[in-house]
């Protein structure tokens, strides 16, 4: 089985994929357009951030299992992954304190402008008086938006700088929230309107999409700060530029939307230019022990994949089935009964939702659970059990 990693992926853990009697190619270099022509021969696919698109995956025809090296999977494209039953996996969880350490940082740049000072001492001006000036952050609302694992390490350091927090999360957790001291505002607007600190960590995907725009920078206090470390898609960013011109909103960014796909290149918009500014380069997971975590728990999904088949964090997998019955047959453990058992059920024109064989002790006998798309007519369940010599028992219920 052959594994791709095609993104920068600490070179110690390589190994321990190899180990799994994998043959591993190690190309960071690789780029996006590259990628679709080499995906023909690869089972295991593991990415970073370069964009795994439909024509990669169309053309990977043998590919089994996308594995993005970090939180989130919308560089890839899940829909077209499923289309094709490739298992598509994440690594959440493992970059929070990473990702809530930049965020607190943020903070701090923003209200002391530090890369503002840094600069003039670099271009050899010493103007204490104007950076002398800053409002200092302790007792200021927090507005968390996002109250997963990041948003809750946010929260702990954030307790450490006597911040006053809100959190807004779906679903609510009134007793997560309790434990670290937050409380709930009743609508995201709200939390705008009582936040002087916003900071997001929610995962890009449909119901997010521009979810802060006009609306929610209209809220927000005058003077306010913005941090995002989550994906610049979420942000309507001409309306936050808009919102930064007219109200003062000061931003700290780690994500942009757009922003550039390859580890370098040009970077423009008007956002870097307006008062209150201050970025970073989408670098939110990128620490050495956040890595390493990252790899570690890449190595585990792919080990559990190769020796068990199962996939650990699968996000593509169909939770609610659209199967209206499920067919229960006991059955001898020996060789052609399920195919005897499915041909039937392909006869009777029955699509077969999901299933499963459980085995008994000893191996002589076995209960298959079959799904089906619609209710078995009564002939089907009859032929089965005519097949005495295979069947032991067989009978239907609904889902």
């Not at 103007?127 to 007792?139: L, T």
């Not at 505002?185 to 999409?209: C, G, N, R, Y």
């Not at 032929?383 to 219920?397: L, N, T």
Request: hydrophobic fraction near 45%; include cysteine; proline fraction near 4%.
């Amino acid at each position: 089985m052959r594994l791709l990693i095609a993104d920068k992926f600490p070179e110690s853990f390589i190994a321990q994929f190899r180990s799994l009697g994998l043959a591993v190619d190690y190309e960071p270099e690789l780029s996006a357009a590259a990628l679709a022509e080499r995906v023909s021969d690869v089972q295991i696919l593991v990415v970073r951030s370069k964009k795994v698109s439909r024509e990669v995956i169309v053309r990977g025809d043998k590919l089994e299992l996308i594995l993005r090296a970090g939180a989130g999977v919308d560089t890839i494209d899940v829909e077209a992954a499923s289309e094709r039953g490739i298992y598509v996996a994440n690594c959440p969880g493992k970059n929070s304190v990473a990702v809530a350490e930049l965020a607190m940082g943020l903070m701090l740049a923003v209200d002391r402008r530090i890369p503002a000072g840094t600069a003039e001492l670099l271009a050899g001006s010493w103007n204490k008086k104007e950076y002398s000036k800053a409002d200092g952050i302790k007792g200021k609302t927090l507005g968390i938006v996002g109250f997963g694992a990041i948003g809750q390490a946010v929260a702990r350091r954030a307790a450490a700088f006597e911040l006053d927090l809100l959190a807004w999360s779906v679903p609510a957790q009134p007793s997560v929230l309790a434990a670290h001291g937050a409380r709930a505002p009743a609508s995201l607007f709200e939390l705008a309107e009582l936040a002087d600190i916003v900071t997001v960590h929610v995962p890009q995907v449909a119901e997010t999409k521009k979810m802060f725009g006009v609306e929610f920078f209209s809220r927000m206090k005058r003077g306010a700060v913005f941090i995002n470390t989550s994906r610049g898609g979420v942000v309507d960013q001409p309306a936050l530029e808009r919102a930064m011109r007219e109200k003062g909103i000061r931003v700290g960014l780690d994500v942009f939307d757009p922003e550039p796909e390859g580890a370098t290149g040009a970077f423009g918009g008007d956002i870097a230019s307006l008062p209150g500014f201050v970025g970073t380069h989408h670098i939110g997971a990128s620490t050495e022990q956040a890595q390493n975590a990252i790899a570690e728990e890449a190595v585990r999904i792919c080990r559990a994949f190769v020796t068990t088949g199962q996939v650990p964090n699968c996000v593509n997998i169909e939770q609610h089935t659209p199967a209206k019955v499920q067919l229960l047959v006991r059955h001898y453990d020996k060789v052609g009964v399920l195919a005897a058992v499915l041909e039937i059920v392909r006869n009777h024109g029955l699509n077969v939702e999901d299933m499963t064989n459980t085995i008994f002790s000893g191996a002589k006998a076995a209960v298959a659970v079959i799904k089906l798309s619609a209710a078995p007519p009564e002939g089907l369940i009859q032929e089965i059990a005519r097949m005495q010599d295979k069947v032991i028992q067989v009978s239907a219920k609904a889902c």
